[in-house]
Structure formats: structure tokens, C-alpha cells
């Protein structure tokens, strides 16, 4: 790029700039309540969320080892596999440069500013106006869906910040077919990080793509469509493969009757009295305000409905995005509606993991937001005096900006922090007292979320789910945690009668010692008498799984099962044990049987 180039693309872009500045100020003002006690804890499922990453974080920094699987977590359990982690993600990145806890909040924080930037071109790609953009990349960003789901601490969800971009890609790739590329990788970041806005937008794009082909009376969509899923599933595949043996093992299949009613959906976009602590004034809506919220103030609605009032031309020119938007409405229905397109999804295999149709909702807000976007420049063309038109716009985006803001602090932001640090470092002392020099030690801490006090703004009673994060950062973990995957639990707590030690044998015919200890590896030395030359099973209390192998004097065999136990036959006078977690060795052969694809089919 020449000098001058250099300098016309500055003049050209100044603004935008200027804009991508005031992004990153206002998304600061949004999430300040917690930003600002940037070390305090969280309430239901943020303390999960934490512990999830704290284990990441000490697996790659403190062992130098790929968190595979997790010791620490509801008796042990794999953890990359597990669709719900993210592991491979700008969050993990956050996480290890600025600590679990700050990291997460941080990562927040950017992850919404590039969000707004990625709205705010792909506003823009569809010829909008800097004005109408900045608005529409605001309620994308700032609705009341955001939120609902950070004020419990579903911080998984903060992925559906790359739709726009993904969109911004597929829409390039038409004329530069190497956007498409990207496109996937964005898409395929979106699982990384957590699958459920992955699964969201595998169908908000086959949506689109399936209605852009129809009403081009093309099949080129459905080819690029196919060619796009391709790309993502190759990037996904090294935790998708492992993701998918363990639905086949521990299918979560959901039923449930949720979704919106029209007057619901209505209520939510509008009504202010929606919060954590607020008393709904609606019949039949299912689970908590923080799976239904998606309020934007009325002045995007109006843009909304401006957009389709005696304006045949941009409805027809816009047509792929309105009936993507009624399919998608549909899907939010669920199984409220005589008809449902949500249950006919939810056929189909890890699909029936869906929790509930509101969370279509994120595929809602960004087509809304585009309307949102042509409806405001619509209305701008009426302002005929560029004076008057910049007053309009700072006037409108300032009432927004305030209105959503006020109401996520107010009703959902302000209640979702629990401890400070101090408090934090008091209770985890009270809570641990006793050390323990088994690094695995597992014990249900469920009791003690009942002692802990109301958060430090005495304005909710929530608590966090099992004090998860707490556990691990006192060397210990949690048994009975909970968890949305229903793995069966095996590992025994101390205070069980059944408890004989983290490791043992199980006739007592040696001694039992610990070499060195990391989350995929244990290693053991086994003295058996002379006395007593007969077999016997060396027993791990960590829930056994498949992946794990054990070596015995170079020589590999799997890892067995003592009821639901990781434990391996041993015989001889003295052996040195390791134990192995090799989710990829032989992995096909355990996926592509005929009773785990039987399994994955059957159950959805």
C-alpha cells in the first residue's frame, strides 16, 4: 500500500475508527458491574464456569499437559471431550494471561467488543448507514439476552458474538470464495467454545441457506452450504469425535414442553419487569427469566415495524432474512406450537441435548438487529438536514444505549456477583480446613453453598451450584457436582463407609505408593509379599472411562472397571503402574461399534 493510498484509506475510515473507540467504551460501561470487582465470584453457574477453566488453566501451566481429563470434577471425568468445555478458545487464552477468574470477565469483555465490530460491518456490508449500523450492532450486542444468560453465569453462550462475523464471511465468500474459509473457522471457534451456539447456528445457517436457495430457485446456496459444513466438520473433528462417544455413552436426551407463546415473546421484548428478583406477569413460561429475556427497548421495536410499513421494494429485496426470521420465531415456539419445527430438530442426533427452544433466541437477535438497522435508515431519509440527522442519531443511540444498560444493571448485572476476594479467601478456609496430601481428593462440598452468606449486595439469595472452583483451588474436587451431562458418578467421598483411600488394593495383599501424580497420568509402585503370591486389582477412586490405559513394564493393556472404578489386575512381587488417559488411542475402534452408533441414533 502506497503512502498516499495509506492516507486516503485513514480519511476514508476515520469515523469508523472513532466508532470502534466508542464500542469498546460504552461495551465498558455495560458490563462494569462485573468488571469492576473484577476477583468476586458468581452466582449458579458461574462457579462451574470457573472451575472448569481453573482446571485448564493448571493442566497446561502447571503440568504442561492438554486438559483431556479432569481429576477434580464429579469424581474425575473428561473434560476436552466434553462439549460443554472450552478449552481451545480466546477465553482459554484470557484465562492464562490474566488469571480464571479475571481472565473470564475480561474475556467478556472483548469478545462483546468484537462482536459489536463484526455487527457493525456486517451492517454496513448490507449498505446501511455508519448511524443505522452503530444502532443495530448495539441492540445485537446490549439485549437483554446478554444479560439474562451472564447474570447466572452461562458465560458459554459468549460465543454467539461471532454469528455476525460468520455471516459477514458467508456473504465475501459469494465473490471471494477464500471468506469461506473463515467463515468455518469462526464457526468451528463457536463449538471449541462451547456446543450449544455452535448447534444454534448450524441451524440458523441451514435456514438460511435452504430459503436463499428457494427463493433464488438455485441449488449454488445448498452446494455452498454443503461445502461450508464440510470445512467446519474437518476443523471440529479432534473434539467432535470425542464429544460424540461420550453422548453415546451418557446420552442427554431432554423432554420438554418449552418454548414461547406469541404473548410471551412480546412480553419479553418489551415489559422492564423481567429480572432475577421480579415476580413474571406471564402464564406458561418455562425455566427462569435467564433463559427468556431478549428485551431491546421500544425504539428498536418501532425501527422493527417501521422497516415493513408501505415498503414492498426492501421487503422483497430483504425477503431471505424475513422468512429466515419467521423460521426462526417458529423454532422459539417449541413445543408450545400444534406444530413444531423445534421438536423435529430435536430428532436428530446430539440435537435432542437442546435444553429449550428460547435459546433460539440468539439467532433471533441477529436478524432482528438487521431490521432493526433497515428500519433506521429508513426513518433517517425522512431527516433531510444533516444537522438535524446527526442530533436524531446521538439522541436515539444515547436513549438505547441508557435504557439497555440501566435495565441489565438494574435487573440482572448488579445481583450476580457473590464474594469479594477476601470473603472468597475466608470461606474457602472455613470450608477446606482439613489438608490432605492425596492431590486427587474428591468430597461433596454440596452442604456448604447452604452456610454461605447472601452476595456482598444483599440483593439475591443465589448461591453458587457446589462450590466447584473453590474445591480446586484447595487441591480438592467435588463429587456430587453438578452437571447438565449426566456421566454416572462411581468415585467415593471420605466421609462415605465405603471410603478405603484414593488407591488401594483390593484383597490388601501389598502396600500402595505414589510416584508422581499429573491429570492424565498417575504413576504407582505396588509391593505385593511373598507370602501372598496371588493376583489381586489396584483400584484408583476416579470414575473409570474408556481412554484409559495402564502400563506395566512397558507393556500397554486398557484399564478395567471395579464397579464403575478405574483399576487394573496386577500380579507379582512389585510392579510400577502407570495409568494412562489416551483418548485417542484406538478411538475409531470404541466410536464405530454397532451398539454405540446404535446408541447415538436411538436415543435422539
Not at 456482598?456 to 487441591?475: G, V
Request: proline letters at 2%.
Amino acid at each position: 500500500m502506497s503512502k498516499n493510498t495509506f492516507r486516503h484509506f485513514i480519511d476514508n475510515n476515520t469515523l469508523d475508527f472513532i466508532i470502534i473507540g466508542i464500542f469498546f467504551f460504552i461495551t465498558l460501561i455495560y458490563f462494569w458491574p462485573i468488571i469492576k470487582d473484577i476477583e468476586a465470584l458468581g452466582i449458579q453457574d458461574w462457579d462451574q464456569n470457573f472451575a472448569w477453566n481453573e482446571f485448564s488453566r493448571i493442566s497446561l501451566l502447571e503440568y504442561g499437559q492438554f486438559p483431556f481429563w479432569d481429576p477434580f470434577r464429579c469424581g474425575g471425568s473428561v473434560h476436552f471431550a466434553n462439549p460443554q468445555m472450552s478449552v481451545i478458545s480466546l477465553q482459554t487464552f484470557f484465562v492464562l494471561a490474566f488469571g480464571t477468574v479475571s481472565g473470564i470477565k475480561i474475556s467478556i469483555l472483548f469478545h462483546s467488543w468484537i462482536g459489536m465490530l463484526g455487527f457493525y460491518l456486517f451492517a454496513k456490508q448490507h449498505h446501511l448507514s455508519r448511524q443505522a449500523s452503530f444502532i443495530s450492532s448495539m441492540v445485537f450486542s446490549f439485549s437483554g439476552i446478554v444479560s439474562s444468560f451472564l447474570s447466572t453465569g452461562m458465560v458459554v453462550f459468549i460465543s454467539f458474538v461471532f454469528l455476525p462475523w460468520i455471516f459477514y464471511f458467508l456473504i465475501k465468500a459469494e465473490n471471494t470464495k477464500k471468506c469461506l474459509y473463515l467463515a468455518a473457522i469462526l464457526f468451528s471457534a463457536c463449538f471449541y467454545h462451547g456446543y450449544q451456539i455452535f448447534l444454534l447456528a448450524t441451524v440458523l445457517i441451514g435456514i438460511y441457506y435452504c430459503v436463499k436457495s428457494i427463493l433464488e430457485r438455485s441449488l449454488k446456496p445448498i452446494v455452498t452450504l454443503i461445502i461450508f459444513f464440510s470445512i467446519s466438520a474437518i476443523l471440529v473433528l479432534p473434539k467432535l469425535i470425542l464429544s460424540l462417544e461420550l453422548f453415546t455413552i451418557f446420552p442427554r436426551k431432554i423432554d420438554d414442553v418449552s418454548g414461547y407463546s406469541l404473548f410471551n415473546l412480546i412480553y419479553f421484548l418489551t415489559s422492564k419487569n423481567q429480572g432475577l428478583l421480579d415476580t413474571i406477569k406471564v402464564h406458561n413460561y418455562n425455566y427462569g427469566v435467564d433463559e427468556n429475556s431478549l428485551y431491546v427497548v421500544y425504539l428498536p421495536l418501532v425501527f422493527f415495524l417501521f422497516f415493513f410499513i408501505k415498503n414492498k421494494t426492501e421487503i422483497k429485496r430483504r425477503m431471505v432474512y424475513i422468512a429466515t426470521l419467521l423460521l426462526v420465531i417458529f423454532m422459539m415456539f417449541g413445543n408450545l406450537s400444534e406444530t413444531s419445527l423445534y421438536g423435529l430438530i430435536r430428532n436428530l442426533p446430539v440435537f435432542s441435548s437442546f435444553r429449550v427452544a428460547q435459546r433460539f433466541r440468539f439467532d433471533f437477535i441477529l436478524i432482528f438487529s438487521l431490521i432493526v438497522g433497515f428500519g433506521c435508515d429508513r426513518l433517517l431519509k425522512f431527516v433531510n438536514d444533516h444537522t438535524n440527522k446527526k442530533i436524531f442519531f446521538v439522541v436515539i443511540s444515547i436513549l438505547i444505549f441508557y435504557n439497555l444498560s440501566v435495565f441489565a444493571h438494574k435487573k440482572f448485572l448488579n445481583h450476580t456477583l457473590v464474594f469479594d476476594h477476601d470473603v472468597t479467601q475466608t470461606i474457602a478456609k472455613k470450608a477446606f480446613i482439613q489438608q490432605y496430601d492425596a492431590n486427587i481428593y474428591m468430597n461433596n462440598l454440596s452442604y456448604i453453598a447452604e452456610k454461605i452468606p447472601i452476595n456482598k449486595r444483599h440483593t439475591s439469595t443465589f448461591s453458587p451450584w457446589s462450590l466447584e472452583y473453590l474445591a480446586i483451588k484447595n487441591n480438592q474436587g467435588v463429587i456430587n457436582c453438578y452437571d447438565s451431562i449426566t456421566a454416572k458418578k462411581f468415585s467415593i467421598g471420605e466421609d462415605s463407609q465405603y471410603y478405603r483411600g484414593e488407591w488401594y488394593l483390593e484383597n490388601n495383599t501389598g502396600s500402595v505408593n505414589l510416584i508422581s501424580w499429573s491429570p492424565n497420568q498417575f504413576v504407582f509402585k505396588v509391593s505385593i509379599s511373598d507370602e501372598n503370591k496371588i493376583k489381586d486389582t489396584l483400584v484408583i477412586n476416579q470414575n473409570h472411562y474408556p481412554g484409559w490405559y495402564v502400563e506395566i513394564d512397558g507393556h500397554r493393556k486398557k484399564a478395567k472397571s471395579f464397579h464403575g472404578l478405574l483399576a487394573t489386575d496386577i500380579s507379582g512381587k512389585e510392579k510400577l503402574i502407570a495409568f494412562k488417559f489416551l483418548p485417542y488411542h484406538n478411538l475409531l475402534s470404541r466410536v464405530l461399534t454397532k451398539e454405540n452408533l446404535y446408541a447415538l441414533f436411538a436415543d435422539n
